[in-house]
Each structure stands twice: as C-alpha cells, then as structure tokens.
C-alpha cells in the first residue's frame, strides 16, 4: 500500500484499475444490477491492487500516450466482457425461439438483473446456466481471464485494429453463437412443429373441431414435457456454450495483444 502513494506508481496502478473496472461493466454475473455498487467498487480496487503487484511496472510510458493508453484498457475491458455477454445471452435467444413457438413472445418479462425484457423461457433457461455456471466455479475462471489478461496484452501496447482480424473473430463468434442458440432450440421447436402439423390434419379431417382452442394448451402442454425430456441436453449444450465463451475471451485476448 506504501508503494502506491509514490506519484510514479498511481497512473500504471489507474491503468490497471481502469481494465478491471471495464471489465465488471459488461462481464456477465459481476455486471448485474441486483450486485450493490460499492461490493463492485471494492473489488475492483482489491483485485486490481493484486495485479498491479505481478505486471513491470516500469514498462509502461507515462508521456503523451498515456491517455491513449487510459482509452486503450477500457476498450479492451469492454469489448472482452462483451464479448463473453454476447456469447452467454445465446440461452436467451434460443428462449425467444421456444416462446415464439409455444405462444409465450408477447409474455416478456423484465429481467431484474440486466434491466431489459426477456422471454419467460430464457429467463428460465438463463436463471438455470447462471446456477450451473456458479456450481462448476465458472466465476472463478472470469476472473482468472482478467488476472492473465495482462500476460496476453501488455499495457503498454496498443490494440492491431489494422489487419480485421479482431473483426473476422468477432463475426465468427456470433455465428458459433446462433448455432449454440439453434441447438438448444430446435428439440422443442421440432416437437411444437410436428405437433403444428398433426393440428394441420386434425382441422382438415375434422372440420368440427376447433383447433385454435385446443392448440394452444396442447403445444404448452407438449412444450413443458419436452423441456423436462431434454433437460439434460441442455446442460450439455450449456456446457459447451461456456466453454465457447472461455475460448473466446482467451482468442480474443491473443487477438488484442498482437498474437
């Protein structure tokens, strides 16, 4: 703590702090409302107070560029904890597909942890990746991400914006996102659309029937059955989105620091 208040260890001590806390803007689970500010402040200083005891500090330049450099962290923490917030919100999007189908999308609910409105079903599908991500210490992991950042993007360089590198893995990533998202999907949205067919040939067969009435609690019915079948899959495929969110956050990282 004595070091610190040497005026040559505040601005690579602000650096630090500047990334950890860009981080924690966009970082899923460190980033949510219902975490008190001050709990995120502190953390951020701590967290950031132990880094700053492992980097040099006295390869970065504290000149002209040093606000560039000031710019530079907080891109860098914004753009990664986005990146892995895209990535985790694919458990939403495949939500929005299920509820499209059963006859939820006009039942939005306000997701008290980001503030935005979200389908019931990847609101449900959401609460249960957060829970797993939590039960196999996901968290720890997000932070070990922003402690070994240092070692893939030195504060004293820039990020290589010029070769659209970091562009073509960013657009990459949000492909492999919407296939994760159709992935877990498309066993519920296959059964409500085998079950939209049998309605199809119920109303042509029996004209007396009123299929408008009877199908919409029949595909609930066979969604929920469906969901409780494939449960298990889902973990899988929560599974493997997290690890996609890991590897891109340590691909991009790489990508920033010029490797």
């Known amino acids: 703590m004595l070091e610190l208040i ?29 975490i008190p500010t001050p709990f995120k402040i502190g953390f951020t200083f701590f967290l950031a107070l132990i880094v700053y005891y492992t980097v040099d500090a006295s390869a970065v330049p504290i000149d ?4 560039f450099l000031l710019v530079k962290e907080a891109i860098v923490g914004l753009l990664i904890g986005l990146l892995a917030y895209i990535i985790l919100s694919a458990v939403q999007i495949a939500g929005g597909f299920i509820d499209f189908q059963m006859g939820f999308a006009i039942a939005n609910v306000i997701d008290p942890q980001t503030g935005a409105q979200s389908p019931l079903i990847g609101q449900y599908f959401y609460i249960v990746a ?11 992991l997000l932070i070990d991400g922003i402690y070994y950042s240092y070692h893939l993007i030195p504060m004293e360089t820039f990020i290589p914006f010029a070769d659209g590198s970091i562009i073509e893995f960013v657009i990459q990533t949000f492909n ?9 999907s498309i066993p519920i949205v296959g059964c409500l659309f085998l079950v939209d067919v049998a309605l199809g040939i119920i109303a ?54 010029g490797a």
């Open 6 to 34: 040497n005026l040559s260890a505040i601005p690579v001590f602000l650096l630090i702090f500047v990334r950890v806390a860009a981080f924690f803007v966009t970082l899923p689970l460190f980033s949510y409302t219902t």
């Open 64 to 67: 002209d560029t040093y606000i």
């Open 130 to 140: 957060l829970l797993f991500l939590l039960s196999v210490n996901g968290h720890h």
């Open 176 to 184: 492999q996102m919407f296939l994760i998202a159709f992935q877990m």
């Open 204 to 257: 042509r067969t029996v004209p007396q029937l009123n299929v408008f009435v009877v199908g919409l609690p029949l595909k609930i019915f066979i969604s929920f059955a469906a969901i409780l079948v494939f449960l298990s899959l889902y973990v899988v495929l929560v599974d493997k989105l997290f690890e996609t969110m890991f590897a891109a956050m340590r691909d991009l990282m790489q990508l920033f620091g």
